[in-house]
């Protein structure tokens, strides 16, 4: 049974449900803390073990208006089916005896310096979820730059769910926009079959490792490991904002103003996904075009940006940047330096 968009899960919800003990619980609100994109992703336990498959509905049925007298044409929707995989994401953490002994509490200072490698594993997945290529690299995930990177005028393919941020011909300091609708229906985070949010924690207690001139010492060890994906299961409810010009986004509400006219792009983005209601909406941005939607914000005639109340995981409430009511998280590993997107 699919989960209602209402019951869609976060990765720390699954993890709350599937660990009785609570440690992998932890470890996933730590990640929620750091990662925005976290706290809005749904996540749904993968229908194989491998991967989670999708039929994806590419054509819809044609009716047929009914003469008296006349029959009906059968007609058929075509389908697609895609499997989208798990990558699995690793890391060790270790830590002196000696120096976790020092203040009397081992354990909290091991979580304490545990901390940065959640941390490094956050940023790393952030990085993936949008730039992640299978094709270059088989062992990690399909992210979303690699599946929306052929602009088309085909509205039957997901090329024409990019729009051009209308960088001139040859600039290279480019980055995106994105808008994405988060729903068990439409797209969302995969974990293995079976598992608990598919995150692992081991503590491995004390070791004899080895430091970098090959001398012995005794320290104790953890092993993390995530293994996740992302389905897109209907593509029509991801939109790319390409080819922005970061150079010119730094004189947004100068004078001479040579920024994208970025609440434009992003009404036409709205105006693209076909229901609104099927989930979670979210833009995605990294500190620079933020910073200039921010800007904006100190224009007298502006009505499309706002700072409103949203209540994230925990229950807590926040002020954030919206844009006609729908928030727009920063991500900062969407980078600066994004090639050029091919418009004709």
């Given at each position: 049974?699919?989960?209602?968009?209402?019951?869609?899960?976060?990765?720390?919800?699954?993890?709350?449900?599937?660990?009785?003990?609570?440690?992998?619980?932890?470890?996933?609100?730590?990640?929620?803390?750091?990662?925005?994109?976290?706290?809005?992703?749904?996540?749904?336990?993968?229908?194989?073990?491998?991967?989670?498959?999708?039929?994806?509905?590419?054509?819809?049925?044609?009716?047929?208006?009914?003469?008296?007298?006349?029959?009906?044409?059968?007609?058929?929707?075509?389908?697609?089916?895609?499997?989208?995989?798990?990558?699995?994401?690793?890391?060790?953490?270790?830590?002196?005896?000696?120096?976790?002994?020092?203040?009397?509490?081992?354990?909290?200072?091991?979580?304490?310096?545990?901390?940065?490698?959640?941390?490094?594993?956050?940023?790393?997945?952030?990085?993936?979820?949008?730039?992640?290529?299978?094709?270059?690299?088989?062992?990690?995930?399909?992210?979303?730059?690699?599946?929306?990177?052929?602009?088309?005028?085909?509205?039957?393919s997901i090329g024409c769910n990019i729009i051009d941020g209308g960088a001139a011909v040859g600039q290279t300091d480019l980055t995106s926009l994105w808008l994405v609708v988060w729903g068990?229906?439409?797209?969302?985070?995969?974990?293995?079959?079976?598992?608990?949010?598919?995150?692992?924690?081991?503590?491995?207690?004390?070791?004899?490792?080895?430091?970098?001139?090959?001398?012995?010492?005794?320290?104790?060890?953890?092993?993390?490991?995530?293994?996740?994906?992302?389905?897109?299961?209907?593509?029509?409810?991801?939109?790319?904002?390409?080819?922005?010009?970061?150079?010119?986004?730094?004189?947004?509400?100068?004078?001479?103003?040579?920024?994208?006219?970025?609440?434009?792009?992003m009404i036409e983005a709205i105006e693209m996904i076909p229901a609104l209601g099927m989930g979670n909406a979210v833009f995605y941005c990294n500190r620079r075009v933020r910073t200039a939607?921010?800007?904006?914000?100190?224009?007298?005639?502006?009505?499309?940006?706002?700072?409103?109340?949203?209540?994230?995981?925990?229950?807590?409430?926040?002020?954030?940047?919206?844009?006609?009511?729908i928030p727009v998280h920063r991500v900062d590993k969407i980078v600066n330096n994004e090639s050029a997107l091919a418009f004709n």
């Amino acid at each position: 049974m699919v989960p209602e968009i209402g019951d869609a899960l976060t990765l720390l919800d699954v993890a709350r449900r599937t660990d009785d003990g609570g440690n992998i619980a932890r470890i996933a609100e730590m990640m929620t803390q750091t990662n925005e994109i976290l706290i809005d992703m749904p996540w749904v336990e993968s229908n194989e073990t491998s991967g989670h498959k999708s039929t994806i509905r590419n054509g819809l049925p044609q009716p047929t208006w009914r003469k008296l007298n006349y029959g009906v044409k059968q007609s058929k929707s075509t389908t697609t089916q895609v499997i989208d995989t798990c990558g699995m994401l690793e890391d060790y953490g270790q830590v002196d005896k000696d120096l976790a002994e020092l203040n009397g509490n081992s354990l909290a200072f091991r979580l304490s310096e545990d901390r940065a490698h959640i941390e490094g594993m956050n940023q790393e997945m952030a990085s993936m979820l949008f730039y992640g290529d299978t094709t270059a690299d088989p062992e990690k995930i399909l992210g979303l730059s690699p599946r929306y990177d052929t602009p088309s005028v085909d509205e039957k393919s997901i090329g024409c769910n990019i729009i051009d941020g209308g960088a001139a011909v040859g600039q290279t300091d480019l980055t995106s926009l994105w808008l994405v609708v988060w729903g068990p229906e439409t797209i969302f985070g995969i974990y293995p079959k079976g598992s608990k949010a598919g995150l692992i924690h081991e503590d491995l207690g004390l070791e004899t490792v080895t430091d970098a001139q090959g001398g012995l010492y005794r320290a104790y060890r953890s092993h993390f490991q995530w293994k996740s994906g992302l389905c897109v299961k209907d593509w029509r409810y991801a939109i790319r904002i390409a080819n922005l010009d970061v150079s010119a986004l730094k004189t947004a509400g100068d004078n001479e103003d040579t920024s994208a006219n970025l609440c434009k792009k992003m009404i036409e983005a709205i105006e693209m996904i076909p229901a609104l209601g099927m989930g979670n909406a979210v833009f995605y941005c990294n500190r620079r075009v933020r910073t200039a939607l921010r800007i904006q914000l100190m224009n007298k005639s502006n009505v499309f940006l706002s700072v409103e109340d949203f209540t994230g995981a925990g229950g807590i409430t926040r002020k954030e940047l919206a844009f006609q009511g729908i928030p727009v998280h920063r991500v900062d590993k969407i980078v600066n330096n994004e090639s050029a997107l091919a418009f004709n």
